[in-house]
């Protein structure tokens, strides 16, 4: 699987912006997807994540209620819509797919992962 993100981008603090990640192959649908960011200096954290089904979804306690993740299987691509951005969600995003032996699981952790994209930086303008 082949992963490019995009949709990153200079906003001011409040604004809004939507991430993509198209994936290559035919199997999008059978992998949990997930978004990671990782700010300089800082390790990379889990931001979204959501099951091959579409059904389950999880955020950490420091985006929910301002990102939401979603996929469409048809056409191969998972996003990530910010809201309310502030300063603290400057980084570079990441995208990310793994095999999940559940339709209905999410993976939350980078080691949960095998496949990743090459990251669209965001940067939040107080």
């Known amino acids: 699987v082949q992963l490019q993100a995009s949709g990153g981008g200079l906003v001011q603090a409040g604004g809004s912006l939507r991430l993509s990640c198209a994936a290559s192959?035919?199997?999008?649908?059978?992998?949990?997807m997930g978004w990671f960011r990782q700010a300089p200096g800082k390790e990379r954290e889990f931001v979204a994540a959501i099951s091959p089904s579409d059904t389950n979804t999880r955020y950490p306690d420091s985006v929910k209620g301002r990102f939401t993740i979603s996929r469409d299987n048809a056409k191969n691509t998972v996003y990530l819509q910010m809201y309310s951005l502030k300063p603290e969600d400057t980084a570079v995003y990441y995208c990310?797919?793994?095999?999940?032996?559940?339709?209905?699981?999410?993976?939350?952790?980078?080691?949960?992962?095998?496949?990743w994209g090459q990251g669209t930086l965001v940067t939040v303008s107080s």
């Open positions: 192959g035919r199997t999008f649908s059978s992998y949990a």
């Open positions: 990310a797919a793994g095999s999940a032996p559940y339709t209905f699981l999410v993976l939350t952790t980078i080691s949960d992962y095998e496949y």
